[in-house]
Nanobody, 117 residues
Framework: QVQLVESGGGLVQPGGSLRLSCVASGSRFSIYAMGWYRQAPGKQRELVARITSGGSTNYADSVKGRFGISRDNAKNTVSLQMNSLKFEDTAVYYC???????????WGQGTQVTVFS
């Protein structure tokens, strides 16, 4: 089992940047694919970016070229660099870990990102 704690959310103006971090504990971090999801009010949770245990990445079309996901296995951390933020990026952002071995998914508690002018 793995526990996830996100940080780095906040308020930002359009065009600004934020960096989200997620620290994992309780299990061997390197064997998990990691992802960032978001959920806006009244909408379903959606995948934002994902990075496999081998380092391969994929992104939602809406964030390609603006967001970057990375992981540091030595620090059990996955980060999401968000640039050129837009109003529609406003959501609660969740960190997720998926076990390569079992397929089980673990979620963090979420961090709020609000883009406002």
């Amino acid at each position: 089992q793995v526990q996830l704690v996100e940080s780095g959310g906040g308020l930002v103006q359009p065009g600004g940047s934020l960096r989200l971090s997620c620290v994992a504990s309780g299990s061997r971090f390197s064997i998990y694919a990691m992802g960032w999801y978001r959920q806006a009010p009244g909408k379903q949770r959606e995948l934002v970016a994902r990075i496999t245990s081998g380092g391969s990445t994929n992104y939602a079309d809406s964030v390609k070229g603006r967001f970057g996901i990375s992981r540091d296995n030595a620090k059990n951390t996955v980060s999401l660099q968000m640039n050129s933020l837009k109003f529609e990026d406003t959501a609660v952002y969740y960190c997720a870990a998926v076990s390569d071995r079992t397929g089980l998914v673990y979620w963090g508690q979420g961090t709020q990102v609000t883009v406002f002018s």
